[in-house]
Structures are given as structure tokens and as C-alpha cells.
T-cell receptor, first 112, second 115 residues
Framework: KQEVTQIPAALSVPEGENLVLNCSFT??????LQWFRQDPGKGLTSLLLIQSSQREQTSGRLNASLDKSSGRSTLYIAASQPGDSATYLC???????????FGKGTLLTVNP | DGGITQSPKYLFRKEGQNVTLSCEQNLNHDAMYWYRQDPGQGLRLIYYSQIVNDFQKGDIAEGYSVSREKKESFPLTVTSAQKNPTAFYLCASSMTYSSYNSPLHFGNGTRLTVT
């Protein structure tokens, strides 16, 4: 059974800092990995999707990497801003039924 | 503007009543999903539909029912058989179910409170 872990559960940084969020998964036989952002009381916003054959994806100040063999992905946020404050979730799709398994998220607070 | 609309945003019901949550998408996506989110538990899949007129149970389908009569609509009914229905419910869609490059898009959720 696939398990997805995100550590730390919460992170607080000063504005302007570069930071890395971590996502690990137990079964490396995945099709893709997706990073999401969730603001309080809202739905999830898709940030980046990395296919299993890819090593990284970039969008603006965000860069996501994937190391399938070690079961790890990182989301790098450059020059963090207070508006980046949210919960960040990763999810992996894998298995014979293409099931999507979510981590519990990292709550990021960027202090002005 | 394409997206997923969930309504209502907040829903209050008495115990023992069935309630239906609406989910509509205009993204022309084949696949649709219902998730439940509880504090500290992450997202759990209730039901999913790969294509119109088809749906499958997810990990926690007991006490819930769905229909997929139209491509753009995937309503979820929370029945009185669901033991702990109070939760935040999220609807999602993707272009296809099994594509390797088909991201999930989410609605803004419905918060259901049952007393």
C-alpha cells in the first residue's frame, strides 16, 4: 500500500528566504507526482505535475524535483513571500488502478 | 472561465437526513472524483467516475452514493447511513483517469455540518 509522508508538518520562515518542502513515498512504481497548494477553507490548486519519466518541473518561483528510485520529491520555493503562506500537499498516482495517494501536507507560514 | 463549481459552500443538516452536494465542471473532463478532508487525516477518496454513466467506489464509500448521468455533473449524496458525515468535501476532475499527464483540478469545497 502506497504511503506518502510530508515532513515537516509545519514550517515558518521570514520573507525572502528560499525554502524546500519534502515529500516521500514508499512505492516507487508511480506514474506521476503532483504538488498542490491549499488556502484555508478552500480547495486545492494544482501547482506542478511531474511525470515518472521526468526529473523536475518549473513554474515561476517554484521548482519540483522527483527522484523515483529513492521515493522522494522536493518543492523548492524561491524568494518566499507572505502570499505563499498556505498548506502544500503532494500526491502520487500509481498502482494497477491508477490510485492517487495524498500526503497530509506541510503548513507554510511566511512572515513579513 | 473553465473550472469546477461546488455548491453550496456551507451546508447544515440534521442527523438522519440525506443531503446532496453538487459538483459541476465545464472543463470537458472525462474523470471526476469526490474526496473527504478531515483535520489531520488528509484527503480520502469516496467515489470516482472515469467516464459518464460509470463510477467506482473509493476507499470510504460506505454511506455515500453518486451518479454520473452527464459529463459535467457528479453529485454526491451523503445518506443517513454515514456515521460521521461532518467534514469538508472536495470535488475534482481530470481530463482522463489513467493518463500520466492529467493533473487533478479541484473545486472550492462544501463544508457539511450534521447535528
Amino acid at each position: 500500500k502506497q504511503e506518502v509522508t510530508q515532513i515537516p508538518a509545519a514550517l515558518s520562515v521570514p520573507e525572502g528566504e528560499n525554502l524546500v518542502l519534502n515529500c516521500s513515498f514508499t512505492d516507487s512504481a508511480i506514474y506521476n507526482l503532483q504538488w498542490f497548494r491549499q488556502d484555508p477553507g478552500k480547495g486545492l490548486t494544482s501547482l506542478l505535475l511531474i511525470q515518472s519519466s521526468q526529473r523536475e518541473q518549473t513554474s515561476g518561483r517554484l521548482n519540483a524535483s522527483l527522484d523515483k528510485s529513492s521515493g522522494r520529491s522536493t518543492l523548492y520555493i524561491a524568494a518566499s513571500q507572505p502570499g505563499d503562506s498556505a498548506t502544500y500537499l503532494c500526491a502520487v498516482r500509481g498502482g494497477s488502478n491508477y490510485k492517487l495517494t495524498f500526503g497530509k501536507g506541510t503548513l507554510l507560514t511566511v512572515n513579513p | 472561465d473553465g473550472g469546477i463549481t461546488q455548491s453550496p459552500k456551507y451546508l447544515f443538516r440534521k442527523e438522519g437526513q440525506n443531503v446532496t452536494l453538487s459538483c459541476e465542471q465545464n472543463l470537458n473532463h472525462d474523470a471526476m472524483y469526490w474526496y473527504r478532508q478531515d483535520p489531520g487525516q488528509g484527503l480520502r477518496l469516496i467515489y470516482y467516475s472515469q467516464i459518464v454513466n460509470d463510477f467506482q467506489k473509493g476507499d470510504i464509500a460506505e454511506g455515500y452514493s453518486v451518479s454520473r448521468e452527464k459529463k459535467e455533473s457528479f453529485p454526491l449524496t451523503v445518506t443517513s447511513a454515514q456515521k460521521n458525515p461532518t467534514a469538508f468535501y472536495l470535488c475534482a476532475s481530470s481530463m482522463t483517469y489513467s493518463s500520466y499527464n492529467s493533473p487533478l483540478h479541484f473545486g472550492n469545497g462544501t463544508r457539511l455540518t450534521v447535528t
